[in-house]
């Protein structure tokens, strides 16, 4: 059983900073791509950013320069460090990894954590 635990989500100011973890656990034998996404009222499901095991990040245009992710392959860890945060990143961040476990390669998604940014 292979599991993703989110924390870090809470409520800020606009132009504050928040940083998200994401910890998988469980019968893991290696961590590919891993991501945050996020959803917000009314809206589809958006890519905010990935990062590879061999550390490439990719970012959405709405969030770069502002987010940064990074991963700690160690702790099969991936952050996501959030600043000069706007209203508009009010949403639930989900963490997303591909990996290979016991039962073979698949994409998993923690349960979400909520972000409000107040104006």
């Known amino acids: 059983q292979v599991q993703l635990v989110e924390s870090g989500g809470g409520l800020v100011q606009a132009g504050g900073s928040l940083r998200l973890s994401c910890a998988a656990s469980?019968?893991?034998?290696?961590?590919?791509?891993m991501g945050w996404y996020r959803q917000a009222p009314g809206k589809q499901r958006e890519l905010v950013a990935t990062?590879?095991?061999?550390?490439?990040?990719n970012y959405a245009n709405s969030v770069e320069g502002r987010f940064t992710i990074s991963r700690d392959n160690a702790k099969n860890t991936v952050y996501l460090q959030m600043n000069s945060l706007k209203p508009e990143d009010t949403a639930v961040y989900y963490c997303?990894?591909?990996?290979?476990?016991?039962?073979?390669?698949?994409?998993?998604w923690g349960q979400g954590t909520q972000v409000t940014v107040s104006s």
């Open positions: 990062i590879t095991s061999g550390g490439t990040t």
């Open positions: 469980g019968s893991i034998f290696g961590i590919y791509t």
């Open positions: 997303n990894a591909g990996l290979r476990s016991g039962l073979g390669f698949g994409d998993h």
